[in-house]
């Protein structure tokens, strides 16, 4: 079971990768995601509501991209978005692009974490809160700080 689910636009998927590697590697904990795409719309529900009924956390990968949402009841990410609040599943948004939520984003979920996800300082605090979350301590965290890379540790 993967407690922690992950909501993206496919054409953020570099990014939101990234962010994903990162998180598994710092708490040893994997991500629910939806890698290569699932084969047909109620496959893709039943899986998807399967996912987010067994997690405890949905991060929701917010981008320009939700601003041309023009259905908001036939887009995949609302609708996963929308199940987990009913659910009464912890929703963190991360911020990917600096973007600023739409008014409907506002309207329906302004009061939702918000996490800038070009910060790292802001990704090691929503690391740290994942880790007190779930329960769970962050894992090599003495050799992930002492890294030259642009990771978040």
Known sequence: ???IFISY???DKDNVFKIKDQIESALGEKCWIDLEGIESDS???NVI????NECEIILFMYS???SKI???EKDWTIRELNFASSKNKRIVFVNLDGSPLTDEFVFD???KQQIDGQSNDSLKRLVQDLAKWLRVKVVNEEKKVGRQ?????
């Open 9 to 11: 636009k496919r054409v």
């Open 109 to 111: 979920y302004g009061t």
């Open 70 to 72: 023009v259905d908001f």
């Open 1 to 3: 079971m993967n407690r």
């Open 49 to 52: 509501i399967k996912a987010i």
């Open 43 to 45: 496959q893709f529900k």
């Open 64 to 66: 320009k991209a939700h």
């Open 149 to 153: 890379t642009n990771e978040f540790y």
